[in-house]
């Protein structure tokens, strides 16, 4: 499967999506069974009891509770509006915050962040200067705390697709920041695996986007999604690495295998370091993350160290805590979605 592939699929009522470039799985979406809280939902919510330790505010939800970090201005009994970060962990509150987004495939609606900005990675100054009129008219007669950012995906769009997206975005904006009155109340359901796709998998443009019943199976993605239900990951030259989620955190262990040259370790390092980000996004695995690499001389931990930090550079939720003394590496990334192994489990085998 060559080139830049979306597929959209189903699980009996659940929605799956998968990117695929070039023969090999980027993104995975796959909605949770039940009624789990999907992140970008947002909610009425009454502000309950502060945290004393943790700087933030327990805030009741309807069928459950969220824990809020920000607490300046908020008082106990207070309406407000906050949004779900990322899953809830089992026996804990719902992560949110106040800092709503409103998110189409276009447009960002920012409250409380006034302004009119257009992505950087569009350059043309061509471009912005007709997405800065599309933007100022779309935005006329707004709020002044009502911000607006144009996406990267507007390069090369329809004006009329973009200026749909920004009087939609503005007009949910604006209903939902007006009902503030009332009982917790779930206000904007969180965007399915489908609605994650299309609004975000779209830029650049696909080569193919596959709607057809069975398009995982047809384009073998049930087998790469399998291959993520285990802790193995295949390098080159016949290494590998394990990657094992405990309760306390993500354990990675690099080995070598049969390659015992004496670049192998490093060899193997880099490959390892290169696939991380994309296994830990693909599995859903956040927290505190430890990596155990193959033996090498602590002058090469410089050219690994580079290869981490470029890896990671397209991850904005990652911290690079760096070496400990055993020989270890420390880094944290942000929980922005369910294990695969949870969602997942039974889809595949």
């Excluded at 695929?20 to 009454?46: C, F, H, Q």
């Amino acid at each position: 499967m060559i080139g830049r592939v979306v597929i959209l699929d189903e699980a009996g009522e659940r929605q799956m999506a998968a990117l695929v470039v070039d023969g090999r799985l980027e993104e995975l979406s796959v909605d949770p069974d039940g009624d789990t809280v999907l992140p970008g939902a947002i909610y009425r919510a009454i502000a309950d009891r502060p945290v004393k330790g943790q700087g933030g505010i327990f805030v009741k939800l309807p069928g459950g509770s969220g824990f809020l970090r920000q607490i300046s201005g908020i008082a106990p009994g207070q309406r407000i509006l906050v949004q779900v970060t990322g899953p809830a962990e089992a026996g804990k509150a719902i992560p949110v915050t106040a800092r709503l987004l409103f998110k189409s495939r276009f447009a960002i609606m920012t409250p409380g962040a006034p302004g009119l900005n257009i992505s950087r990675r569009i350059r043309e100054e061509d471009a912005r200067a007709e997405l800065d009129v599309l933007a100022r008219a779309g935005m006329a007669g707004a709020s002044e705390t009502l911000g607006l950012i144009l996406r990267s995906s507007c390069d090369g769009a329809e004006p009329e697709a973009i200026a749909e997206d920004i009087a939609a975005m503005r007009g949910l904006a604006e209903a939902v920041l007006a009902d503030v009155r009332g009982d917790a109340e779930l206000l904007v359901d969180g965007p399915g695996a489908h609605d994650i796709a299309l609004r975000d998998w779209l830029d650049p443009v696909p080569d193919d986007v596959v709607t057809e019943p069975g398009g995982f199976a047809a384009h073998g993605v049930d087998a790469m999604v399998a291959a993520l239900m285990t802790a193995r990951v295949d390098l080159v030259g016949g290494g590998h690495m394990m990657v094992e989620p405990t309760r306390a955190l993500v354990a990675v262990d690099v080995n070598t295998g049969p390659d015992t040259s004496p670049a192998a370790s490093l060899k193997v390092n880099i490959a390892a370091a290169r696939d991380l980000p994309r296994q830990l996004r693909l599995r859903g695995l956040g927290g505190q993350v430890v990596v155990d690499f193959a033996p090498m001389s602590k002058k090469d931990r410089a050219i690994l160290d580079q290869v981490i930090k470029a890896a990671f550079k397209g991850d904005g939720e990652a911290n690079l805590a760096g070496w400990t003394t055993l020989g270890l590496y420390e880094l944290t990334r942000k929980r922005d979605r369910l294990p695969l192994a949870e969602v997942a489990r039974g889809l595949f085998a």
